[in-house]
């Protein structure tokens, strides 16, 4: 019991406190920024032309509006009403659509909101109006009495067709010219990074396993994911399957015909048996050292011995 009561009053100082690790300034400045950095570079853009327009959002009162949706972000709206402040709210998407209203799944939020505009802007690069430059967005409202306003790019917005497209050339502005047809800016955060090294080790006294980046069945379909263009030492083939273009794919260095390695192919292409398989013992399909002998190995390859 005296666990409990401990829980709940711990539970009440952190709520009674949350006010007060931020000062009011402090916490509409991080809730600008956070949407600066979350939208700026977003596309696939789809908006609440009901709200998206420029004019004071204040119905209906107390309701949850989706003002804007991204590929990867909701921006919400709850309009102010006597016994609700207004809030506006960034929510990352989960699925393909945004979360049905209301969600406590935010990933950061501002209260005290009235009179709240939003529209999209043309003609934008960093406040400035310039003929054929890149779409920005921007937000008026109030917070705590206070007047705010914030315009920012979204460079990843594309524009009608009926706007001529200007060809980047080198020293050529991205905001003043609008981006070919496939071109995009990304933030460095959402690139994809490798989860592990480079495949492939140089120095076989480390690791004398065989990575297969493509490995192929008897019916010449690849099994799983192939990923040879990320082998540190590019790739090579070895002899499994009689397949045209070749069979399995290891990354370098293989070191093939010396013992203890795959054995070096005759071609990618070989014709010299009808059999798809490839693999057993003294193959003519792969060749090794003068002293050694071409076997099937228990992963289904040809090895020299």
């Known amino acids: 019991m005296s666990r409990v009561l401990f829980i709940l009053i711990l539970t009440l100082i952190t709520s009674s406190c949350e006010h007060y690790f931020y000062k009011d300034k402090e916490k509409v400045e991080n809730f600008e920024n956070f949407l600066k950095i979350k939208l700026s570079f977003e596309e696939d ?14 119905r209906p009162v107390g309701s949850w509006q989706n003002l804007l949706e991204s590929k990867s972000y909701c921006l919400n709206y709850r309009v102010p009403s006597p016994s609700n402040v207004g809030v506006l709210q960034v929510v990352r998407k989960k699925e393909a659509n945004c979360p049905v209203l209301p969600t406590n799944n935010e990933e950061m939020s501002l209260q005290n909101i009235n009179d709240l505009k939003v529209k999209f802007t043309t003609d934008h690069i ?25 315009e920012f790019s979204l460079i990843n917005r594309m524009r009608s067709s009926e706007f001529t497209q200007a060809k980047m050339t080198k020293y050529s502005s991205s905001g003043t010219y609008r981006m070919n047809k496939g071109l995009r800016v990304t ?113 289904g390859i040809l090895v020299c011995n």
Do not use: H, T
């Open 126 to 150: 960093k406040g400035k109006s310039i003929r054929n430059a890149v779409f920005g967005f921007k937000l008026s409202f109030e917070y705590l009495k206070e007047k705010r306003e914030l």
């Open 45 to 58: 853009f789809k908006w609440n032309s009901s709200f998206v327009n420029g004019d004071p959002i204040s």
């Open 187 to 299: 933030r460095d955060l959402d690139k994809k990074m490798r989860s592990s090294m480079w495949p492939g080790d140089w120095d076989l006294k480390e690791s004398n396993q065989i990575l297969f980046c493509e490995k192929k069945n008897k019916d010449c379909k690849i099994q799983g994911e192939s990923f040879c263009g990320e082998c540190l030492y590019g790739w090579e083939y070895v002899v499994d399957y009689n397949c045209s273009g070749g069979g399995s794919k290891v990354c370098s260095p293989v070191k093939c015909g010396q013992k203890g390695r795959p054995a070096c192919p005759r071609g990618i292409a070989w014709s010299g048996i009808d059999a798809r398989e490839l693999c057993f013992d003294d193959s003519p399909a792969g060749f090794c050292e003068s002293d050694l002998r071409v076997i099937c190995a228990e992963d």
